[in-house]
């Protein structure tokens, strides 16, 4: 530890005498300084013994005395050596008076005692608080690394909290809490999840300090990774802020840790390459083969029902999206369902593909939950964005489309309802469609979109023509005669018309659109014209 007043009264060579202050002598000395101004405040930074023989004070005048000392102690001057036998034989009682009243430690040094020697101790005692705060330091950088070796990231957390005395956590990509040392920490890390947002937020490398709230630990947060997003997060929980050695431990920490986050990324490159194999052989209707290569790493994943999930991000390439999530919401679906898989323990396939994700995961699991969850967020963040007038639905945000559960052997098929699912999505304005969703609702929404409405348009115009001119109700008529199947008796008294009345009107509908009204094929056209022009 630095030297402390306690540790300079103690050193026998220097002969000194306490004369104030008696409690407050274990703080700590940062340096010795010599001044005889009558006002050195303006040249102090906080810590020092500042050694005086009282040249140019009057030590003997009470008032001058307590202006002098106070204006020492809010400068940080922790304690104030006075050299007896050069000005004064002995400490004026003035000065004694106002040290005590202020409680500023108050050292009489003997004239046989140079001040140099109190300087040469203060300064050999410093130096050997930082050697062995250096030496400490590389003991528990070589302490760290060997955990790292033999027991991976737990082995180094729980070196780290010994070495601080504390507690550490470690939190994944998605800001979920990996591993604690000790375990009970594992409370307090959790409490601390919106802290690591933040902090996953700014460029790495990052760090905050937090707390300590209530009197709980103070906590340091540091990003881990080398990109400009951070890969991880470290958390730190001190009773007390860090020493240099405690500093050297927890810098080694972050350097291990942060290699073996680097690690794990190209070991994830290596499995992405290898799903992107397995997805492309189950496209292909390859599932033995698919089966084969996945392995233990996804053989799980084709062993039961899964969903296949196609996000899409039109504006941003899936080399951009796998580099940055912050840049695009798939990347960062992407992270949540990994996230939730890893939780749950369940095997998930995410393949980037061009401007599109795609994920295998287990019907019913965790990673599927995830997915609805985050598309859930996205759509009530974009409906509260509506509410404020603000503009939505644009075209490059993300869009997202599950199948429907299938087996290795209808992956095709799989793929081909998602990206339905994903189209419907897209149209309707939504984030995210399952494919269920298509068959148990109506084929009318389906309209709503842009060629269709095009086709309506068009299709109808010249009906709408000829009742502009206010020769008929054509378009009316032809809604309620197609609404009743053709039933003239049943239409007309929708109309409140004449059936021969209608009769005409149909025939006028023949004539003016070039088509025959028995063709089952121009009915259905025009009815579903009529429901497109409508919406």
């Not at 204006?71 to 002995?90: D, K, M, P, Q, S």
């Not at 958390?235 to 080694?252: C, D, F, I, K």
């Not at 196609?310 to 369902?337: C, F, M, N, W, Y």
Request: charge should be negative.
């Amino acid at each position: 530890m630095p030297p402390t007043l306690a540790s300079l009264l103690h050193h026998s060579a220097l002969r000194l005498t306490v004369r104030a202050g008696e409690d407050r002598l274990d703080v700590p000395v940062r340096w010795a300084h010599v001044s005889e101004l009558a006002d050195p405040v303006p040249y102090m930074e906080g810590g020092e013994l500042l050694l005086v023989t009282a040249l140019k004070l009057d030590a003997e005048d009470p008032e001058a005395m307590r202006r002098y000392v106070k204006r020492l102690v809010g400068a940080g001057v922790v304690g104030l050596g006075f050299a007896v036998g050069v000005n004064y034989e002995e400490i004026p009682k003035a000065l004694v008076d106002a040290a005590e009243e202020e409680g500023l430690p108050l050292i009489e040094v003997p004239r046989r005692t140079p001040f140099l020697a109190i300087s040469k101790a203060v300064s050999a005692a410093i130096a050997a608080d930082q050697y062995r705060s250096v030496t400490a330091g590389f003991a528990a950088q070589r302490e760290l690394t060997k955990q790292a070796l033999t027991a991976g990231p737990e082995g180094v957390l729980s070196a780290l909290a010994a070495q601080v005395d504390g507690w550490a956590a470690l939190y994944d990509a998605s800001g979920t809490v990996v591993a604690t040392a000790p375990e009970w920490a594992g409370r307090r890390a959790a409490r601390l999840t919106a802290e690591v947002e933040r902090l996953r937020e700014r460029p790495a490398p990052a760090s905050s300090v937090v707390g300590p709230p209530d009197d709980e630990d103070r906590v340091e947060l540091h990003s881990l990774g080398t990109g400009r997003r951070p890969r991880a997060a470290l958390a730190v929980g001190t009773a007390t802020p860090l020493g240099t050695a405690e500093r050297y431990a927890l810098h080694s920490a972050i350097a291990l840790l942060t290699l073996t986050t680097e690690r794990s990324r190209s070991l994830y490159a290596a499995e992405q390459r290898i799903g992107a194999a397995v997805l492309r052989m189950l496209l292909a209707g390859e599932p033995d083969h698919a089966r084969a290569v996945a392995g233990h790493l996804y053989g799980g994943l084709l062993d039961s029902p899964f969903r296949m999930i196609v996000a899409e991000t039109p504006s941003v390439s899936g080399a951009r999206a796998t580099a940055d999530a912050g840049a695009d919401p798939s990347a960062a679906l992407a992270e949540a369902v990994e996230a939730a898989a890893a939780r749950a323990g369940e095997p998930v396939l995410v393949v980037p593909e061009g401007d599109q994700l795609i994920v295998l995961a287990t019907d019913g699991g965790a990673a599927v939950a995830a997915c609805g969850e985050y598309a859930a967020a996205l759509e009530a963040a974009r409906t509260g964005t509506a509410a404020t007038g603000e503009p939505v639905g644009d075209e490059d945000e993300l869009v997202v489309g599950l199948s429907a559960p299938v087996g290795p052997i209808a992956a095709a098929a799989a793929y081909k309802q998602a990206e339905q699912a994903l189209s419907v999505a897209r149209r309707r304005g939504r984030v995210c469609v399952a494919h269920e969703q298509l068959a148990a609702g109506s084929v009318v929404p389906l309209l709503d979109d842009d060629a269709v409405k095009a086709f309506a348009d068009g299709l109808l115009r010249p009906l709408y023509e000829h009742d502009a001119t206010g020769r008929g109700d054509l378009v009316a008529s032809l809604r309620a005669w197609l609404s009743r199947h053709g039933q003239w008796d049943a239409a007309a008294a929708d109309l409140g018309v004449h059936r021969h009345t209608l009769r005409y009107r149909m025939r006028r509908v023949e004539e003016i659109l070039g088509r025959s009204l028995d063709d089952p094929d121009v009915r259905m056209e025009l009815w579903l014209a009529l429901k497109a022009a409508s919406e």
